[in-house]
């Protein structure tokens, strides 16, 4: 299987500061989404991003397919960014491979 | 449009019972996946199903099974249950997952405990 790499595995912030997480996978993916997981378990999707770069507000995405790595910027953090960031990639038939999770804790 | 929905969200059992959780896609959505997450192991992946058909799986045993209906709800079912079968199970659903923008869409889980 496709082996996927997240760090740090936990951060720390002061609020209003800012970050990046990395995504390192093993081999050629066709699919690559960040996930915010809640404190009740559910997966929300933060970017579809197979390769490129994309914004949504305070959050950012950018993925160089060649050199198999992701990484997601949080800007201006809030207590509300807090949870489980995970990286997740595809090959085929929706087989998605996780990463570990990145742990984001941000304090007041 | 209404989200995954999973059914139920919490589950106690006793080792040996065997347990059916449910799965109920995004309208329109024809790919449903089923994932296991626990805090030694992470995200597994289960299996996939489309239109009806296993397409892939994962490594567990044959104590895990599943199945899709005609109108893409999914079920899991998990035989003689062991206490290693604690987990948090989540299941996703896909448009298409042929097209080349594939976004998976997960529901909240269901949180199976195995006393």
Redesign the interface.
């Known amino acids: 299987g496709i082996q996927v790499e997240q760090s740090p595995p936990d951060l720390i912030l002061q609020e209003g500061a800012n970050s990046t997480l990395r995504c390192n996978f093993s081999d050629s993916v066709n699919n690559l989404q960040w996930f915010h997981q809640n404190p009740w378990g559910q997966l929300i999707n933060l970017f579809y991003i197979p390769s490129g770069t994309k914004q949504n507000g305070r959050l950012s995405a950018t993925t160089v397919a060649t050199e198999r790595y992701s990484l997601l910027y949080i800007s201006s953090s809030q207590t509300t960014d807090s949870g489980v960031y995970f990286c997740a990639v595809e090959r085929n038939f929706n087989k998605f491979y996780f990463g570990s999770g990145t742990k984001l804790n941000v304090k007041p | 449009k209404a989200g995954v929905t999973q059914t139920p969200r919490y589950l106690i059992k006793t080792r040996g019972q065997q347990v059916t959780l449910s799965c109920s896609p995004i309208s329109g959505h024809r ?1 449903v ?1 089923w ?1 296991q ?1 626990t805090p030694g192991q ?4 289960l299996f ?1 199903y ?1 239109s009806e058909t296993q ?2 799986k ?1 490594n567990f045993p044959g104590r895990f099974s599943g199945r899709q209906f005609s109108n893409s709800r999914s079920e899991m079912n998990v035989s003689t249950l062991e206490l290693g079968d604690s987990a ?1 199970y ?1 299941c ?1 659903s ?1 448009h298409n ?1 042929t097209r080349a ?9 269901t ?1 199976l405990s195995v006393l």
Do not use: D, M
């Open positions: 790919s996946s994932y997450q992470g995200l597994q992946f996939e489309f397409r892939n994962g948090l989540l996703a896909s997952p923008k594939n976004i998976q869409y997960f529901g909240a889980g949180r």
